[in-house]
């Protein structure tokens, strides 16, 4: 089941000589670890932005956790890791709605969670389950939210929300994106509401050789991998 | 004595001593149609006027209050109160243009200068500075100009009854123009609001010809709970009929392309033999190139100019200005120019591609030469076969006068969601009372009580099935049953977006110097440049740096995208891309489309057409046949190693492209291996690996199915789902509804960084509550906009049983033009023609040999 699976929709990627799966849902997972690795999930990021009077629909957090539900069915993880921005704010999970905490906690159920600190949510995240870490180091990998040009070979961050742009003849295709090489890798982010960042921009030069990444671009049935000099800027 | 004459007779006893020795002073006549306007406001009674351009509308349409303003009638009305220094606003008059309001005022002031009147008059646009609109409100002028945007800021603030109880009347100009759009259902919601605080209202419209002037006079009137109501019908005399002709060219007629290239010698000689003449196009690329290539040949230095939409106001301004002074011999212009006061002296206007719609050709027409006993003079140029047939049908059109605008809209929700946000800013509001008020605007008639309530719902919590809002609300029911905002930055906001016209879209174009090759994610940019105008940010979103393509009447070359402005050099390349984007292009008017289809099956016909377009045809109803009116041809043949479907519906090429999206689908199903597709405004062309026609002809593939309107079904929702075009249209009515703002107060971030993507909504949307008002709201666009699904709709069922299948071995003649098509948007300029000739060379050998 699950390697059918991945036959359709996943792609194998190595960093620091971890062999990894990214999956067709935006997740990543490492089978030696059996640990599955998502990135800004920036759940209630609806209710945040409606807040601030745009009553944007309240379903971006359910929307969100169906992806996680679909990753953690296909692999059966013993644990997952959130690459922090898990919520949209400090308040997020103090607003989570009764179906959707019930929701995350049924997910979170009989396997080891790590909630990573991100930006949008720096302190440890109160009202749901789960550890609470600045970063960890497991192997050869270091995970983390926000990428460094300076960090450790073996860096899984998120943070930057990569999409890429590819040309084909007479269009391009837009799409969210594992942008790596054999030193790192930047993941997709997993939110429903959670934009793109094009990986031509300044922010990834800083931390990828231009002539040497690859991306994994989502496509509609598989995931893509596509050499770093197809991909255009916005 | 005809009635009107009669009533001519009747009226001029009536116009004041002054005003008639002031039209006398001038030379003039008071037309039967002005005296007729100021009896209609004498008997209180609301009116439609319905007249060809230079027939003196305005003056019409102002006749009465300037009456009513000079003497005794004024008296009665509006006596000082202590706390208003003056009468009183009078009359509010509203057009579609910032620009016109403007050029309006400045031409009634001088009536009212030199008949003396005691008349203040002013404008109101986005322009005018904050103190003189506060000033405006706490003492009106007599006569306010504006644009529905202000009247809808206008009514959303605390003022609104007193600003307008003492209101006479309201004039709206270029009515025709408005009521298509979703600014007239914006201006149909603010007229129900005046008629509802100025007791003594009544309306007059002003508007070129249209095909049911009663939708008009409705749209003038509030609407009883059942039945109807009309303004009454005042047709000005018409002008001499227009002569239009086609050019009849010397040079081959090209196959396909809407370059016009081959006439430009003759295009260049009908402006050198005319005093100013207009050249309009479709669209704007079409401009920016007929402009350059005229220059080109400009050997007499002749001053030609550009006009688009795209260019930068004070630009168009500047060309208006010297067009007004008869200071230019031609000017190249997009439907920019199909509105607007009347400019200089134009004794030409050349039409240069599709007529598109017959009332939309005798507009742009009748901007010839406006004293109304002379003919106005038109000129078309099709620039290829297909358009030949098409300029026919217009010019049979124009002869019998046939209007074909389209019929007055049912208004949007989102335009409503909008509306009601902004009354809850004014005064607070009964839902019951509000719902009675909206349903006398002619558009929101049909309006449920049930889309009302989702429209509340939606304003004050989002209108979702999962409550979860009601503390965030925008808008709350207080104990006396009224809603009002909740909170007083709800009302900034709704002021800072009011306004249905989406401009978030475009992205400014900024010259710059290049940074050479390598360019492309926003480095520092060396010197920021003048702004050379606005892009869609589609277009853009297809370029790639280094990319060339022709703006503002030169060749630009694309460098990056730098926040919400597009950056461009200048560049030495003599090949710009075609530039793809297409701002302005109208589908062919269902009437003229019918009428092609007309010419196309009777061959007898054929005699007034072009001797090469009646060989193409021969050669077609040799090879191939000649469609019949209402059917529909289906042609399939091998071609380029490729088995090809080539189908005449004649419906526009955006219907088409829906039909290609549809029909893609249902052959994939049918293991048929379709590869691509390609549409114009006549025809749908697929090719794929399968073996089409010979599956037709083995009786295992049903051309009756495949065309059948239940792909309006499931394939199409299942294509909306995906579909770009859907996402944008999705996004026009999020931003209207208010769900998306566009500005912030106190914040100018870029839209980037505080905006969610709509398109991300829309897919979770779809997903959780896909019968929410918003997804309802889109829908409907998508039935008359992007998509154009409902003319789809009515072609599926008018072919019904009526498709005639020929299997042929080779490219008919008549398919020709649509597979010149394939490619053309990725291929480049000068090579790009070089390229379709050959390919063209090619495939006529092979239809034609």
């Given at each position: 089941m699950i390697a059918a699976r991945r036959l359709q929709s996943c792609e194998e990627i190595e960093v620091a000589g971890a062999a990894l799966v990214a999956d067709i849902a935006g997740g990543l997972y490492w089978p030696q670890e059996r640990l599955l690795v998502v990135a800004d999930l920036h759940l209630e990021k609806g209710s945040s932005f409606?807040?601030?009077?745009?009553?944007?629909?309240?379903?971006?957090?359910?929307?969100?956790?169906?992806?996680?539900?679909?990753?953690?069915?296909?692999?059966?993880?013993?644990?997952?890791?959130?690459?922090?921005?898990?919520f949209h704010d400090r308040r997020g999970a103090g607003r989570l709605g009764d179906r959707d905490r019930t929701y995350l906690s049924a997910l979170q159920r009989g396997r080891d969670w790590i909630w990573i600190a991100g930006n949008h949510d720096p302190a440890p995240i109160g009202g749901v389950a789960g550890t609470a870490a600045a970063a960890l180091a497991i192997g050869?990998?270091?995970?983390?939210?926000?990428?460094?040009?300076?960090?450790?070979?073996?860096?899984?961050?998120?943070h930057l929300h990569p999409v890429a742009r590819v040309g084909l003849s007479g269009g391009s295709v837009r799409g969210r994106?594992?942008?790596?090489d054999a030193r790192r890798m930047v993941m997709p982010a997993l939110g429903a509401y959670a934009g793109g960042l094009n990986v031509r921009d300044r922010a990834f030069a800083r931390l990828f050789d231009q002539r040497a990444f690859s991306v994994h671009v989502i496509g509609q049935s598989r995931v893509y991998r596509i050499d770093g000099g197809y991909c255009l800027p916005d | 004595?005809?009635?009107?004459?009669?009533?001519?007779?009747?009226?001029?006893?009536?116009?004041?001593?002054?005003?008639?020795?002031?039209?006398?002073?001038?030379?003039?006549?008071?037309?039967?149609?002005?005296?007729?306007?100021?009896?209609?406001?004498?008997?209180?009674?609301?009116?439609?006027?319905?007249?060809?351009?230079?027939?003196?509308?305005?003056?019409?349409?102002?006749l009465p209050t300037l009456v009513e303003l000079s003497g005794p009638h004024a008296a009665g009305r509006g006596s000082p109160r202590a706390d208003r220094p003056g009468r009183g606003l009078h009359t509010l008059y509203i057009s579609p243009l910032k620009a016109l309001a403007v050029d309006i005022a400045r031409n009634l002031e001088r009536p009212v200068a030199e008949i003396g009147l005691p008349v203040r008059l002013e404008t109101r646009t986005g322009d005018t500075p904050v103190s003189k609109r506060q000033r405006q409100r706490r003492?009106?002028?007599?006569?306010?100009?504006?644009?529905?945007?202000?009247?809808?800021?206008?009514?959303?603030?605390?003022?609104?009854?007193?600003?307008?109880?003492?209101?006479?009347?309201?004039?709206?100009?270029?009515?025709?123009?408005?009521?298509?759009?979703?600014?007239?259902?914006?201006?149909?919601?603010?007229?129900?609001?005046?008629?509802?605080?100025?007791?003594?209202?009544?309306?007059?419209?002003?508007?070129?010809?249209?095909?049911?002037?009663?939708?008009?006079?409705?749209?003038?009137?509030?609407?009883?709970?059942?039945?109807?109501?009309?303004?009454?019908?005042?047709?000005?005399q018409g002008g001499a009929q227009p002569i239009v002709t086609m050019l009849d060219t010397r040079e081959r007629l090209p196959w396909a392309g809407h370059s016009a290239r081959h006439a430009l010698p003759e295009i260049y000689d009908l402006i050198r033999r005319h005093r100013t003449t207009l050249v309009f196009v479709n669209t704007r690329s079409q401009a920016e190139m007929l402009f350059q290539e005229l220059w080109r040949i400009n050997d007499d230095g002749l001053a030609i100019a550009l006009h688009h939409g795209s260019l930068d106001v004070a630009q168009r301004r500047k060309v208006e200005g010297a067009m007004a002074e008869g200071r230019l011999r031609a000017v190249v212009c997009t439907s920019s120019l199909d509105l607007g006061v009347d400019w200089g002296d134009i004794d030409l206007v050349v039409n240069v591609g599709a007529p598109k719609g017959s009332s939309r050709l005798m507009q742009r027409i009748g901007r010839a030469n406006h004293r109304l006993e002379e003919p106005s003079r038109g000129v078309l140029v099709p620039s290829n076969r297909f358009e030949v047939l098409e300029c026919r049908a217009a010019i049979e059109a124009v002869a019998d006068n046939a209007q074909d605008t389209?019929?007055?809209?049912?208004?949007?929700?989102?335009?409503?969601?909008?509306?009601?946000?902004?009354?809850?800013c004014g005064e607070p509001f009964l839902a019951a009372d509000l719902f009675a008020e909206v349903r006398s605007a002619a558009p929101y008639a049909g309006l449920t009580r049930s889309d009302f309530d989702a429209a509340v719902d939606f304003v004050a919590t989002g209108g979702y099935a999962l409550k979860s809002y009601e503390?965030?609300?925008?808008?709350?029911?207080?104990?006396?049953?009224?809603?009002?905002?909740?909170?007083?930055?709800?009302?900034?906001?709704?002021?800072?977006?009011?306004?249905?016209?989406?401009?978030?879209?475009?992205?400014?174009?900024?010259?710059?110097?290049?940074?050479?090759?390598?360019?492309?994610?926003?480095?520092?940019?060396?010197?920021?440049?003048?702004?050379?105008?606005?892009?869609?940010?589609?277009?853009?979103?297809?370029?790639?740096?280094?990319?060339?393509?022709?703006?503002?009447?030169?060749?630009?070359?694309?460098?990056?995208?730098?926040?919400?402005?597009?950056?461009?050099?200048?560049?030495?390349?003599?090949?710009?891309?075609?530039?793809?984007?297409?701002?302005?292009?109208?589908?062919?008017?269902?009437y003229l489309a019918d009428r092609v289809r007309a010419i196309l099956a009777d061959s007898s016909s054929w005699g007034l057409l072009p001797e090469q377009v009646r060989e193409w045809l021969e050669i077609q109803r040799w090879r191939s046949l000649a469609p019949a009116r209402r059917d529909l041809l289906v042609e399939t043949f091998p071609h380029a190693g490729r088995h090809h479907l080539v189908c005449y519906p004649f419906e526009g090429r955006l219907a088409h492209q829906?039909?290609?999206?549809?029909?893609?689908?249902?052959?994939?199903?049918?293991?048929?291996?379709?590869?691509?597709?390609?549409?114009?405004?006549?025809?749908?062309?697929?090719?794929g690996l399968g073996d089409i026609g010979l599956r037709i002809e083995r009786g295992e593939l049903s051309l009756a199915a495949l065309f059948d309107r239940d792909m309006l079904g499931d394939d199409l929702d299942a294509w909306l789902a995906e579909s770009a075009l859907m996402k944008r249209t999705f996004r026009n009515c999020a931003i209207v509804a208010g769900l998306i703002e566009r500005r912030y107060p106190g914040k100018e971030k870029s839209r980037r960084e505080v905006t969610v993507s709509t398109d991300l909504v829309y897919d979770v949307l779809r997903r959780y509550q896909p019968d929410h008002m918003l997804l309802r709201a889109a829908a409907a666009d998508a039935a008359t906009g992007l998509l154009d699904i409902r003319r789809l709709g009515d072609m599926l069922s008018r072919i019904a049983g009526r498709i005639v299948h020929k299997a042929l071995d080779r490219v008919s003649p008549l398919a020709v033009p649509v597979l010149l098509e394939i490619g053309r948007e990725t291929v480049h300029g000068e090579a790009a023609d070089a390229l379709l000739a050959a390919a063209a060379a090619d495939l006529v050998r092979e239809a034609m040999g």
């Open positions: 409606a807040g601030r009077g745009s009553l944007l629909p309240p379903y971006d957090t359910a929307a969100t956790l169906a992806r996680l539900h679909r990753l953690i069915e296909t692999y059966a993880p013993t644990g997952v890791i959130a690459l922090g921005d898990s050869p990998l270091a995970f983390r939210h926000r990428p460094e040009p300076d960090g450790p070979e073996g860096e899984i961050a998120g994106c594992f942008v790596h | 004595m005809s009635l009107l004459d009669r009533l001519d007779a009747d009226q001029r006893a009536e116009l004041p001593q002054r005003f008639a020795r002031w039209f006398a002073s001038r030379g003039w006549h008071p037309r039967a149609h002005q005296l007729e306007l100021l009896a209609r406001a004498r008997q209180g009674r609301s009116a439609l006027l319905i007249a060809p351009t230079g027939a003196g509308k305005t003056l019409a349409g102002f003492n009106p002028p007599d006569i306010l100009l504006t644009t529905p945007e202000q009247l809808a800021l206008l009514i959303a603030s605390a003022d609104a009854p007193y600003l307008f109880n003492t209101l006479r009347r309201v004039v709206l100009d270029e009515l025709h123009s408005l009521v298509t759009s979703k600014r007239g259902d914006l201006l149909a919601l603010g007229l129900a609001r005046l008629f509802a605080l100025a007791p003594a209202l009544t309306s007059v419209g002003l508007s070129a010809t249209v095909a049911e002037p009663d939708d008009l006079c409705r749209f003038l009137v509030p609407q009883p709970p059942s039945g109807s109501a009309h303004a009454d019908l005042v047709m000005a389209p019929p007055l809209r049912a208004g949007a929700l989102d335009v409503l969601a909008q509306h009601v946000l902004g009354r809850a503390r965030f609300a925008k808008i709350r029911q207080g104990d006396d049953g009224r809603w009002r905002v909740a909170h007083p930055r709800v009302a900034q906001s709704y002021r800072m977006n009011v306004g249905t016209i989406v401009e978030a879209d475009m992205l400014k174009v900024r010259l710059v110097r290049s940074r050479g090759p390598g360019a492309g994610y926003a480095g520092a940019v060396a010197r920021r440049g003048r702004v050379l105008g606005q892009v869609e940010e589609y277009f853009i979103e297809t370029l790639v740096p280094g990319d060339t393509f022709v703006f503002a009447g030169e060749i630009v070359r694309y460098e990056a995208l730098v926040e919400d402005e597009a950056y461009v050099s200048r560049t030495t390349a003599a090949d710009p891309k075609i530039p793809a984007y297409e701002g302005g292009k109208f589908p062919l008017s269902t829906t039909l290609g999206m549809l029909l893609t689908r249902r052959l994939e199903r049918a293991r048929l291996r379709p590869q691509g597709f390609v549409a114009n405004e006549y025809a749908l062309a697929l090719w």
